[in-house]
């Protein structure tokens, strides 16, 4: 089907008409889902080993048919101002998770991550993840805050995740996943956090909140960054 969600994501200017949206919560409820979703965060044998264990095949085969959907899954996160859409792109030659911020009050969507073979990002600090998942917030694809939590986190990276990250992100892994050590694996995948590894997060007086890394959208070293104007709108929809 494509309703709510997938057509309003698929109408999100800057990002619409790139493919069919459709919206499959019941795929939050799918432990494969979750496997493959968080795959590029496992970083080396060992981590993957944790994280798949004998559930590789399995899947990998329910990942080659959720990108063979002719329907490209959204899932929506409404935040502070605005809503966080989290797209897996299905195009042709072209599979990917791409995360949007959108505001019916802005000309177009900002790109915050986009996960698959050429990664930009991160996205997202610890304190602006933790605080879409657990804002409860109506008129997203779930209110439950740990589905929400590991939706967001392959667009999440930050040096400065609290000593109780590791705890909430085991937790999370127990109740959405089949993992046998949830607890081994969240420090495992906190320690590399996927590609590009961890950044470093700051707000210099009262400017947005940027990064300094060498791929993040939001890192206003970067030739391809977002504008300042966009920059402060981004923060400010995030803020925790």
């Given at each position: 089907?494509?309703?709510?969600?997938?057509?309003?994501?698929?109408?999100?200017?800057?990002?619409?008409?790139?493919?069919?949206f459709?919206?499959f919560?019941?795929?939050?409820?799918?432990?494969?889902?979750?496997l493959?979703?968080?795959?590029?965060?496992a970083?080396?044998?060992?981590?993957?080993?944790?994280?798949?264990?004998?559930d590789?095949?399995?899947?990998?085969?329910?990942?080659?048919g959720l990108?063979?959907?002719?329907?490209?899954?959204?899932?929506?996160?409404?935040?502070?101002?605005?809503?966080?859409?989290v797209?897996?792109?299905?195009?042709?030659?072209?599979v990917?998770?791409?995360y949007?911020?959108?505001?019916?009050?802005?000309?177009?969507?900002?790109?915050?991550?986009?996960?698959?073979?050429h990664f930009?990002?991160p996205?997202?600090?610890w304190?602006?993840?933790?605080?879409?998942?657990?804002?409860?917030?109506?008129?997203?694809?779930?209110?439950?805050?740990?589905?929400?939590?590991?939706?967001?986190?392959?667009?999440?990276?930050?040096?400065?995740?609290?000593?109780?990250?590791?705890?909430?992100?085991?937790?999370?892994?127990?109740?959405?996943?089949?993992?046998?050590?949830?607890?081994?694996?969240?420090?495992?995948?906190?320690?590399?956090?996927?590609?590009?590894?961890?950044?470093?997060?700051?707000?210099?007086?009262d400017?947005?909140?940027?990064s300094?890394g060498?791929?993040?959208?939001?890192n206003?070293?970067?030739?391809?960054?977002?504008s300042?104007?966009?920059?402060?709108?981004?923060?400010?929809?995030?803020?925790?």
């Amino acid at each position: 089907m494509t309703n709510g969600v997938g057509v309003q994501a698929g109408r999100t200017p800057g990002y619409g008409g790139r493919g069919a949206f459709g919206r499959f919560p019941e795929l939050l409820d799918e432990p494969l889902f979750w496997l493959g979703h968080l795959c590029s965060w496992a970083r080396g044998e060992v981590v993957e080993e944790m994280l798949f264990g004998a559930d590789y095949e399995a899947a990998e085969e329910f990942h080659r048919g959720l990108s063979g959907r002719a329907e490209w899954p959204v899932f929506t996160v409404p935040v502070a101002a605005g809503r966080l859409h989290v797209v897996h792109r299905n195009a042709e030659g072209d599979v990917g998770t791409d995360y949007l911020l959108h505001h019916p009050d802005w000309d177009r969507a900002e790109l915050l991550a986009r996960d698959d073979g050429h990664f930009m990002g991160p996205g997202l600090s610890w304190p602006e993840l933790t605080a879409a998942a657990d804002n409860g917030l109506p008129g997203g694809s779930t209110v439950d805050a740990d589905s929400r939590l590991l939706l967001l986190l392959p667009a999440c990276g930050d040096t400065a995740v609290p000593a109780e990250a590791a705890g909430r992100l085991a937790a999370a892994l127990r109740a959405r996943t089949a993992v046998e050590e949830p607890e081994r694996l969240a420090a495992a995948l906190l320690e590399g956090q996927g590609p590009r590894g961890p950044v470093s997060w700051s707000v210099v007086g009262d400017g947005p909140r940027i990064s300094d890394g060498r791929y993040s959208f939001r890192n206003p070293a970067n030739p391809f960054a977002l504008s300042a104007d966009r920059l402060v709108r981004v923060a400010a929809a995030l803020a925790p």
